[in-house]
């Protein structure tokens, strides 16, 4: 593997990590698992990844379906970025949160929390730009933090408390809104 596609990887990563933000969510991974017990890290980290991989593969196609070309979902892509990063740094709520089924703890961890309609949507603008295979393996590295992460809730909320927390939302949030905008420029095609 030459440093070009480990450089996509990166990117690649960090976008889905700025998406995801499961470090962001810490506060409500803890209510979850207050409310609902387990958190069942493995059997989530594993269903997440694999319906990001499944629409990875699947989403152009069902794109194709209703005429819509990547470019033009890419840039679609990029307005949901740049509302997620808002989200982030301004502290609004532009996404509301579904009702869920309290027996269920893998429903709403893993979509929307994990596998929503940003990371979704994020895929497809990134298919875009980079190759699968790069973006796979993106997903999977990412899907192995989220475990441990959902592995250690109480240890990470100990050691950032809520001041690190809300610190590293608006630093993600930043990066997540300069994606989105690199994201519109280059699906579109505008030259800075």
Sequence with gaps: MDFIHLKDIFSAGMVLFAVIDIIGSIPILIDLKKKHG????????????????????????????????VQSFAIAGSFILLFLALEMVLNIEVFKPEQTNEKSIIVPLVFPLIAGAGSITSLISLKAQYASL???????????????????????????????????????????????????????????
């Design 134 to 192: 790069d973006i796979t393996i993106a997903i999977i590295l990412n899907m192995i933090f989220v475990f441990f992460v959902l592995k250690s809730t109480k240890v990470i909320e100990k050691f950032l408390g809520e001041g690190g927390i809300l610190i590293l939302r608006k630093v993600f949030g930043i990066i997540l809104l300069s994606i989105a905008i690199r994201l519109f420029i280059s699906s579109t095609g505008i030259n800075m």
């Design 38 to 69: 387990d958190l069942q890290p493995l059997r989530t980290s594993v269903i997440a990844a694999l319906v990001l991989i499944v629409f990875l593969f699947v989403g152009e196609s069902i794109l194709n379906v209703f005429g819509v070309t």
